[in-house]
């Protein structure tokens, strides 16, 4: 399906408006039709870009922001912190991000060149090498300590979710009201929760998958180290609510390299680890969906930010063993 043609004003009008593309090559022995959501066609690079901007202008709106005088803060282990440097620099805010050492270097790269200002936290809040707790106690304080500044909270935040309604509009305008499945990872739950309301809202008979990382507090307990970030959380967010999916789907790190790897040699989409993640929940499922049945796979970023973790073989086989055992599960 194309996407749609419009000339906007400025580079914030292209938020949204994501292609829909069909997957003919990925899941040949399902007798489902799938269809993928490129979220990493947003001019920042993921659907992170549809939070930054819903929040950003919520701000502006309400008088909490003010554009040339105001700072915002906010925690982020990379993409809302790309969307949110994008939206900023358009704006004329100052921006502070607050990261861990898990920020791939090409988010940190990215961030520097939109003129943020980073933030490191380096201490863990546990046994398992999570940061979140440590990232949003150093948001909160910033944003106390620095004059005219703002923290959005994009894990409580409504905008967030609101946000992501439209997404999935789009996908429900594209595709007639038909969709059956909606395959969609979990981090600060923004999407899943945004997806949630328009569905209620609009009657469609549609399956949430959510999609979870293993050692996520999401949907389970803290209980392992995560190396691939952008889904799962060490906390329960507070956009998360009981209901919000139909079923869970928690794949570990392997799944994500393993589904991202999949996903460029069968469709030649070069997507982030939270969009293998999601490929790897349909692969499980896949040949157990009904004949038919209408699948939509939320992809949430390009892969360009992973090349040297995800697409490196020398990263993946000093994680996960020798490279030809990869597939092996």
């Known amino acids: 399906m194309a996407m749609k043609k419009h000339i906007g004003s400025g580079i914030l009008s292209a938020v949204g408006e994501t292609p829909l593309v069909r997957l003919e090559r990925l899941f040949q022995d399902s007798p489902a039709r799938f269809h993928a959501k490129i979220e990493g066609m947003n001019p920042g690079g993921s659907m992170k870009d549809r939070a930054a901007l819903s929040m950003v202008r919520g701000a502006i709106a309400s008088g909490e922001l003010i554009p040339g005088r105001s700072t915002v803060v906010e925690s982020s282990s990379g993409n809302l912190g790309v969307g949110l440097a994008q939206v900023c620099r358009w704006f004329g805010l100052r921006f502070v991000c607050v ?10 790269a990215t961030l520097k060149a939109y003129g943020a200002h980073l933030e490191m936290v380096t201490t863990a809040d546990n046994d398992q090498g999570d940061f979140l707790h440590a990232r949003i106690e150093r948001a909160q304080q910033l944003a106390e300590e620095i004059a005219d500044a703002f923290w959005p909270n994009q894990y409580a935040n409504l905008l967030n979710a609101r946000a992501q309604e439209g997404m999935m509009r789009e996908v429900a305008e594209e595709l007639d009201g038909k969709v059956d499945y909606l395959f969609v990872a979990t981090g600060s739950c923004g999407t899943i929760h945004g997806c949630a309301r328009y569905i209620a809202e609009h009657g469609l008979d549609t ?26 959380a060490a906390r329960r967010p507070a956009l998360h609510r009981e209901g919000l999916a139909d079923s869970v789907a928690r794949m570990t790190d392997q799944d994500c390299v393993v589904g991202c790897r999949r996903l460029v040699a069968a469709e030649a989409i070069l997507s982030g680890g939270s969009s293998g993640a999601v ?18 796979l939320v992809l949430p970023d390009r892969g360009e930010r992973y090349v040297d973790t995800i697409y490196s073989d020398a990263w993946v086989e000093r994680h996960f063993g020798h490279i030809e055992h990869l597939w092996k599960r």
């Open 207 to 232: 399956h949430i998958v959510a999609v979870d990382a293993v050692g996520s507090a999401i949907f389970g307990d803290v209980t392992c180290r995560r190396l691939v970030p952008g889904h799962g």
């Open 279 to 296: 490929v790897s929940a349909v692969e499980q499922r896949a040949a157990e969906l009904p004949e038919g049945a209408v699948c939509v």
């Open 99 to 108: 990261v861990d050492p898990k920020t791939t270097p090409q988010h940190i």
